[in-house]
């Protein structure tokens, strides 16, 4: 089986740096992603990891501890526009299908 | 470019009747679309994978004959809700994997079902 935890909400303030954890219990991991999704929106890619370490795409930076099964995405200069939950999925090296974890609420204030 | 669309974006039906949820890839081909549900704040669940030219593989829990798939071109996937009951109600959600082997899934926009 699988288990993804998430943190359920956080808050942060404009302009400051947030770090959102996720942890995982898989057989057969092969990568993890992020997503970010707004209220009655798709889930929009935002990174993928499958090596240990950092991953940084513009302001947002994805990190992986695959002994840890531990992955965090950082936001630097957080903007009002960042509200949204934020999800990880697991991939496995069988079957075809992603597992996403319960997802992050963030609310970014000004 | 790997734009997915849905149709329809929300669709309000009766109690007892049968819904069909269209997801196609329109720049891209996709021997692979998944469907997802969606309850108001939880995460997303995967309902089945849709293979195209042959049957859906359906997570546990999930009828398949209540949520009938057809995945009839490397465009195309469909999914019928049949004997929709208020418990449906729920935003779905496709997603379309490229055939070269990528990894990434491209999502939809979403479906909202309401059922009354």
């Known amino acids: 089986g699988q288990n993804i935890d998430q943190p359920t909400e956080m808050t942060a303030t404009e302009g400051a740096i947030v770090q959102i954890n996720c942890t995982y219990q898989t057989s057969g991991f092969n990568g993890l992603f992020w997503y970010q999704q707004h209220a009655g929106e798709a889930p929009t890619f935002l990174s993928y990891n499958v090596l240990d370490g950092l991953e940084e795409k513009g302001r947002f930076s994805s990190f992986l501890s695959r002994s840890k099964g531990y992955s965090y995405l950082l936001l630097k200069e957080l903007q009002m526009k960042d509200s949204a939950s934020y999800l990880c999925?697991?991939?496995?090296?069988?079957?075809?299908?992603?597992?996403f974890g319960p997802g992050t609420r963030l609310s970014v204030l000004p | 470019g790997a734009v997915v669309s849905q149709h329809p974006s929300w669709v309000i039906c009766k109690s007892g009747t049968s819904v069909k949820i269209e997801c196609r890839s329109l720049d891209f081909q996709a021997t692979t679309m998944f469907w997802y549900r969606q309850f108001p704040k939880q995460s997303l669940m995967l309902m089945a994978t849709s293979n195209e030219g042959s049957k859906a593989t359906y997570e546990q829990g999930v009828e398949k004959d209540k949520f009938l798939i057809n995945h009839a071109s490397l465009t195309l996937s469909t999914l019928t809700v049949t004997s929709a009951h208020p418990e449906d109600s729920s935003f779905y959600i496709c997603s379309a994997r490229l055939t070269s082997g990528s990894y990434e899934q491209y999502f939809g926009p979403g479906t909202r079902l309401t059922v009354t």
């Open positions: 999925a697991v991939k496995r090296n069988y079957g075809q299908n992603f597992v």
